[in-house]
């Protein structure tokens, strides 16, 4: 005999009714601090749009086409949350958002303007000194409390992220038989798909920050770093062992979505390229393939085979985490270069030809079959790499 009653008796009922409790006292709590944030995000807006867009747009001090780069959609912007917030403030969360978010287009505008945005107000900062007297007195501005323009532009970039995390929460605690429950759960797709594009923007503006910065650390223009869908990935330093001769040297590699880039220092007393390095060959990683030789200790590093269709590679670390993360790099690399440029041909063009027993005669022979080719051909590249392996313990036995 059981002493705990069923889901269907009394404390079954208490459990339903503690949760819905939990539920809505986490609801209102999210809805409190979303009306509190927007009402503080409205002022704000209201900073930029009166006392810089409205005034300068009346001072004539920047012109129409400077003005819009800077500030682009931000009184559209206003304008909508505007909206927003006497909703929110009334308690109609799903009804705000619901009309809310066929206006993000917006936050899109803006956010494909914002880096933009920051050169445009830099240059006019640096060039034109009435601007640079009036933003100055602006924000000194008691309503400004010591923010800048810079920081109030970030704000619509920001508030998008913070949406998708407040809907979350007002969706996870909304119950499903709430008439608001389908608006707020459209309101976070909609707002994360705004979210996801800031976030793409992002890290493409990241990516092309880095290949600037790789492109200024090479001599001369003969190296072209900056690329359209060229990713940057990693760089460091890696040994490279010779076919025969001399020891392993050092040299810096760049390695990008595409390509696998090889420099070496420049010299420290040339006048201007001092703490630059001159580009010495770009591998193209689309034929490319990556083998560690060895390195399953970790106190002895290891080495990396690559192979591409007119080279040979044989990079050398002491350090085995290094080498593991060059490996990784590099294979993923690889792989997702690779995986784009597969090509699945028709059933056709696949299916083999058909010979008659009358042509067995022109069948081709065991020396010419294209895989016997290929079996040869990787025999013969890791015997020269045990010869390689071979010379190199023999120069630097460390």
């Not at 459990?15 to 609801?27: A, G, H, L, P, Y």
């Not at 594009?197 to 900056?226: A, Y």
Request: hydrophobic content about 35%; overall charge positive.
């Amino acid at each position: 005999m059981s002493f705990y009653p069923g889901p269907s008796g009394p404390l079954g009922c208490t459990n339903i009714q503690e949760q819905r409790e939990r539920w809505e006292r986490k609801r209102s709590r999210t809805a409190r601090e979303l009306v509190q944030t927007e009402q503080r995000y409205c002022q704000q807006l209201e900073l930029v749009t009166t006392y810089f867009v409205e005034i300068l747009k009346a001072k004539g001090t920047l012109r129409q086409d400077i003005r819009e780069s800077i500030f682009s959609s931000i009184k559209a912007i206003h304008s909508v949350n505007q909206s927003l917030l006497v909703h929110l403030e009334n308690g109609y969360f799903g009804r705000g958002f619901d009309q809310f978010c066929p206006h993000l287009h917006h936050y899109i505008m803006y956010a494909d303007n914002i880096y933009n945005a920051s050169k445009v107000l830099g240059i006019q900062l640096k060039k034109n000194k009435a601007f640079r007297r009036f933003k100055k007195l602006q924000e000194a501005r008691p309503q400004f409390n010591n923010h800048k323009l810079e920081d109030l532009l970030q704000l619509p970039i920001q508030r998008i992220d913070q949406y998708k995390h407040f809907l979350q929460d007002l969706a996870a605690n909304t119950s499903t038989d709430n008439p608001e429950f389908q608006q707020i759960s459209r309101a976070v797709t909609a707002v994360s798909e705004v979210s996801q594009h800031i976030q793409n923007n992002t890290q493409r503006h990241e990516n092309h920050l880095q290949l600037c910065r790789v492109q200024k650390l090479l001599k001369g223009q003969k190296t072209k770093v900056l690329a359209a869908g060229r990713w940057f990935i990693r760089e460091g330093w890696l040994k490279m062992v010779p076919p025969k001769g001399a020891g392993a040297k050092p040299r810096m590699f760049f390695l990008f979505s595409d390509m696998l880039l090889q420099a070496k220092r420049c010299s420290p007393l040339h006048p201007t390229n001092g703490t630059k390095f001159a580009g010495q060959h770009a591998y193209p990683l689309q034929d490319c393939t990556v083998e560690k030789v060895f390195g399953h200790t970790r106190s002895q590093g290891g080495l990396l085979s690559l192979t591409f269709p007119k080279a040979k590679l044989l990079l050398l670390s002491s350090n085995q985490e290094d080498l593991n993360d060059w490996y990784q790099s590099l294979s993923s690399a690889v792989r997702k270069l690779q995986s784009k440029l597969v090509v699945h041909p028709r059933d056709d063009l696949c299916r083999k030809p058909l010979h008659s027993a009358g042509d067995s005669h022109n069948t081709p022979s065991s020396s010419s079959d294209p895989s016997r080719k290929r079996n040869m051909m990787c025999r013969s590249h890791h015997l020269q790499l045990c010869h390689l392996l071979m010379d190199f313990f023999r120069l630097d036995p460390g």
